[in-house]
């Protein structure tokens, strides 16, 4: 039997289920693929805000990533929320002799209801540290703002902050979500060329985990060794449909179907 592929995500956990490591462990699975954790934060989270965060000491993120890698490896690892500079330094460092593995990094700073998930002070050390160690980071408009310092108001200026990521070492998707109009454009900038992926932009509250599920879904690909440029096609085109298939829950911005490739709800057709 073909063994699947193994992806490890770095994440921060959601108790709402609907972004972070649960996001990620479900894209995992939905996508074929062994789904493995560090866990870098608690929240208290649901579709509304989040309350509380419970920072996971460095330490122990250092062990988690060394147990999970020198055991069950990984074919890819995805990285999403990282709270501090010490957790960004663990990371950092117990990645350090993983050069092989391929990185998607997701720099996630605010969650969908508008509240820090990054520290201040931690933004420079991410940048530095792990910006560098990437394949692939996937900014939205106002991270891709905050790590250039530069407008990404336009498409023209959108593409020089993707290109100013860029030259730091990674391939750069920068998401359109953010943005506006009837038409939802996002970018791949990869060894100096720009590629567009466009689709309309759906009327939906159910946006909630987007990036983390984008993010996975990218890692999957790059585990199962498709290109970059397919990894991304296919994870956005899982992500669009994930979006649309969504149905209402909680009362605020409800989490994307991550399982509609799967087999009908629970207790349909019994």
């Not at 062994?34 to 330490?59: D, F, K, L, M, W």
């Not at 520290?119 to 050390?125: S, Y």
């Not at 920068?174 to 996002?186: A, I, N, S």
């Amino acid at each position: 039997m073909m063994a699947r592929p193994r992806v490890l995500t770095i994440a921060g956990s959601d108790s709402g289920g609907g972004a972070g490591i649960q996001a990620d462990l479900k894209t995992f699975a939905a996508l074929g693929a062994y789904g493995a954790s560090v866990i870098t934060a608690v929240t208290a989270q649901n579709t509304r805000a989040v309350t509380a965060v419970h920072e996971i000491p460095a330490e122990i993120v250092a062990r988690q990533l060394e147990a999970v890698l020198d055991d069950i490896g990984a074919d890819a690892i995805k990285i999403g929320m990282l709270a501090n500079v010490e957790i960004i330094e663990a990371v950092a460092e117990g990645l350090a002799a993983r050069t092989a593995v391929p990185v998607v990094l997701d720099p996630v700073m605010v969650s969908k209801s508008g509240d820090a998930l990054l520290r201040e002070e931690a933004v420079a050390a991410l940048s530095a540290l792990l910006v560098p160690r990437a394949t692939l980071i996937t900014p939205n408009l106002p991270e891709a703002e905050r790590l250039t310092g530069m407008p990404v108001d336009g498409e023209a200026e959108r593409e020089r902050a993707a290109a100013a990521l860029a030259e730091r070492g990674p391939a750069v998707l920068l998401k359109g979500g953010h943005g506006e109009g009837p038409r939802l454009v996002d970018l791949l900038y990869e060894r100096g060329s720009i590629r567009r992926f466009e689709h309309p932009r759906l009327d939906t509250r159910s946006t909630h985990g987007t990036g983390c599920t984008l993010s996975s879904a990218v890692a999957v690909g790059l585990a199962a060794g498709r290109p970059l440029g397919e990894s991304v096609e296919r994870a956005i085109d899982y992500l669009h449909g994930a979006i649309a298939a969504a149905a209402p829950i909680g009362s605020g911005h409800g989490p994307v179907d991550h399982l509609y490739l799967a087999a009908p709800m629970a207790g349909e057709g019994e």
